[in-house]
């Protein structure tokens, strides 16, 4: 593969999201030329601060990533989350179902001098690493992706390691009445949904979202591939299995709406070495 320059790298990167925005959701060039502005800041500024799934770990956890092998499930388009945990420096290790999104991590990875067998293409359901391989998993906004949540999180806690191992999840909370790929507030077009929404059942909530975006004659095939899942849901789920010996951090959408209605205490539950997940009311 051909070497590029940081500066090719974002702009391919770039490219690739407003194609992404394009193509999937079918929203407007104003609002993907403003949010290309973002992205360019975030790729480019060398004093923009680490994603916050590291931050929070040092914080709360007085985690050191120095020498800590390091998972990411989802690489996606963005490879500040690879450079922000080498410049830590943690043995990173990323896997990516997506060939066109991989391509950019090949990229990266010959800049920062990552071996290319780190970066593997693969899903989250089925990861190809021994058992308790990894210090630290980082699924950033993907799980509402994986085909299959219970394998896919079943698969992360399989490579952790079960005394110390850290997972950092973070996924939106769908009870909140908002779309955060389409980029759509419910209250907008149904102003009376805006409160019974969050108590309706994920697939209502679904067949709500796909109306209105027809309604807006946008493109609604991305949809299919979203799980609307929501605090109360991941929580079953990890109640089902053994975390025990896994500290998490749980991080969802944080909105006064949820406070109030959904007495949704902190925005981020926190399970340390066998503390049990607070159910919620």
Not at 150 to 156: N, T
Not at 267 to 277: D, Q, R, T, V, W
Request: aromatic share 16%; glycine share 4%.
């Amino acid at each position: 593969m051909k070497r590029v320059s940081r500066a090719e790298l974002t702009n391919i990167v770039l490219e690739k999201f407003k194609k992404q925005y394009l193509e999937n959701t079918g929203l407007s060039e104003t609002w993907i030329n403003h949010t290309i502005s973002r992205y360019r800041k975030e790729l480019d500024d060398e004093k923009t601060p680490p994603f916050r799934g590291i931050t929070y770990t040092e914080k709360y956890l007085n985690y050191d990533f120095k020498s800590k092998k390091v998972l990411i499930v989802g690489l996606g388009l963005s490879y500040t989350y690879v450079n922000d945990l080498i410049k830590k420096g943690a043995i990173v290790y990323g896997i990516e179902p997506d060939p066109k999104r991989i391509d950019v991590q090949y990229m990266n990875a010959q800049l920062v001098n990552i071996p290319r067998e780190r970066i593997i293409k693969g899903v989250a359901e089925d990861l190809p690493f021994d058992d308790e391989m990894f210090d630290f998993v980082l699924c950033f906004t993907v799980l509402e992706h994986v085909q299959d949540v219970k394998k896919a999180l079943s698969e992360m806690y399989r490579v952790l390691k079960k005394n110390s191992g850290v997972l950092f999840l973070e996924t939106p909370d769908f009870r909140y009445p908002y779309e955060p790929h389409y980029k759509i507030y419910i209250h907008k077009y149904f102003f009376g949904l805006r409160y019974l929404y969050t108590f309706l059942s994920p697939l209502i909530q679904k067949a709500i979202m796909k109306s209105i975006i027809l309604i807006l004659r946008r493109p609604t095939k991305y949809l299919q591939t979203i799980n609307f899942l929501n605090e109360k849901k991941l929580k079953k789920i990890f109640l089902g299995y053994n975390w025990r010996f896994v500290q998490l951090f749980f991080s969802t959408s944080d909105n006064t709406f949820f406070k109030k209605f959904i007495k949704f205490r902190d925005a981020i539950s926190f399970l340390e070495n066998g503390k049990p997940i607070e159910k919620s009311d």
